[in-house]
């Protein structure tokens, strides 16, 4: 069946660097647009960064551009979210998305905590 598996999360103090992690199987990842996505508590899920089959474009929310980076490895069907210089407002449980014109697929989530 078709899985998304979130990892990395954790708690950092500001200024620390994650880099998140998103296992897909079940499905034919290169064909998926991947995407990250973040929802803080008492907020709407927001997107934070995309990247296309390829890798070869990618785009970011103007609140992390220049802080996170995202990336993916076709070859192990996993996509990335280095995330540098993290802020406290960058706290929120971070979700990855699968997209192509026919399905959409999420994972569980991951706990990112920014925090002194």
């Known amino acids: 069946q078709v899985q998304l598996v979130e990892s990395g999360g954790g708690l950092v103090q500001p200024g620390g660097s994650l880099r998140l992690s998103c296992a897909a199987s079940?499905?034919?990842?290169?064909?998926?647009?991947m995407t990250w996505y973040r929802q803080a508590p008492g907020k709407e899920r927001e997107l934070v960064a995309g990247i296309n089959r390829y890798g070869g474009n990618t785009n970011y929310a103007d609140s992390v551009k220049g802080r996170f980076t995202i990336s993916r490895d076709n070859a192990k069907n996993t996509v990335y979210l280095q995330m540098n210089s993290l802020k406290p407002e960058d706290t929120a449980v971070y979700f990855c998305k699968a997209s192509s014109l026919y399905n959409n697929y999420w994972g569980q989530g991951t706990q990112v905590t920014v925090s002194s």
């Open positions: 079940g499905f034919t990842f290169s064909t998926y647009f």
